[in-house]
């Protein structure tokens, strides 16, 4: 499958952006997938990720409540929608595919090329 993610753009500290990530192929609903951020100078981290039926949602910690991640098959496209954003939310944010819903990136086989993502205090 391939990953196409976009949505990212600057934006003021408490404001909104909705990431979305286009996958080809109808495959698509047999993928969990997952959001992974990567801010400058550090490494790449898991931020969400949903089942292929939207059944079950799993989020880092720090950010259930500001991100929701949600998806539409009909659409191949996950989204997330990032709320009440902060200066460290800044990074560039990528999808990911994987057969079993995981928050370990290296186990993800299918990812995006990124959309960056800019929170000016």
């Known amino acids: 499958v391939q990953l196409q993610a976009c949505g990212g753009g600057s934006v003021q500290a408490g404001g909104s952006l909705r990431l979305s990530c286009a996958g080809s192929?109808?495959?698509?609903?047999?993928?969990?997938m997952g959001w992974f951020r990567q801010a400058p100078g550090k490494e790449r981290e898991f931020v969400a990720a949903?089942?292929?039926?939207?059944?079950?949602?799993y989020y880092t910690g720090s950010l259930k409540g500001r991100f929701t991640i949600s998806r539409d098959n009909t659409k191949n496209t996950v989204y997330l929608q990032m709320n009440s954003l902060k200066p460290e939310d800044t990074a560039v944010y990528y999808c990911?595919?994987?057969?079993?819903?995981?928050?370990?990136?290296?186990?993800?086989?299918?990812w995006g090329q990124g959309t960056q993502v800019t929170v000016s205090s």
């Open positions: 990911a595919a994987d057969p079993r819903i995981t928050p370990t990136q290296s186990l993800y086989n299918y």
């Open positions: 192929g109808r495959t698509f609903r047999n993928y969990d």
């Open positions: 949903i089942s292929w039926s939207s059944g079950n949602k």
